[in-house]
């Protein structure tokens, strides 16, 4: 089964059809408490370069919105990333993560392509449980996965001893909700009570 004959279904039949629980509830993930020094010039960036470009393509919005936040947060946790890097752990179950960023803990992001955040977060389910199957007893008992249109971002987090998935209820907008995100992918990739 490919990535988009798994997306075609609803991601709670997808993840029953692995053997995971399901479930649609407010996350309220934790945020990192310290400073983000970059912060507020990356989300001035962002909005003083809105207006002069066209977002019509998903490259635009990758690298536009989405990349810059990549990169900061790359700067505030110094973890190795991979950026389109394919998984294969069964013929059914391969994917390829648009952005996997490993430290302590690990974080999937998917770019939802053409603003589709239901295709999004069902891939973005796969990528998950693929990554969990496909991890050789590492020490992350979660991992973390968001989905962004570029202008607005969602979770899933997955545990990987209880095989359950949680989708989160949250919608991020990026311009709005710029700090509370940054605080939230920051603290998913450093922190250790997920």
Request: charged share 25%.
């Amino acid at each position: 089964m490919t990535i988009q004959e798994l997306c075609d279904i609803e991601a709670q039949a997808l993840a029953k059809e692995f053997g995971y629980s399901f479930e649609r509830k407010w996350l309220n993930l934790p945020q990192y408490r310290g400073e983000l020094d970059r912060s507020p010039q990356t989300q001035e960036r962002i909005e003083e370069v809105l207006p002069h470009v066209s977002l019509t393509s998903d490259r635009a919005k990758r690298e536009i919105l989405v990349s810059p936040i990549i990169r900061d947060l790359i700067h505030y946790t110094k973890a190795n990333m991979r950026i389109e890097y394919p998984i294969q752990f069964t013929e059914e179950l391969q994917v390829v993560l648009d952005y996997f960023i490993k430290s302590h803990q690990c974080i999937v992001t998917t770019f939802a392509k053409e603003a589709d955040t239901n295709f999004g977060m069902t891939e973005l389910i796969a990528s998950l449980m693929a990554l969990d199957l496909w991890l050789e007893d590492p020490p992350q008992t979660h991992l973390i996965g968001a989905v962004t249109t570029g202008r607005t971002w969602e979770f899933a987090k997955l545990n990987r001893q209880s095989k359950h998935i949680e989708q989160g209820l949250e919608i991020y907008s990026l311009l709005k909700n710029f700090d509370t995100l940054m605080r939230i992918l920051v603290q998913a990739v450093t922190g250790e009570n997920q």
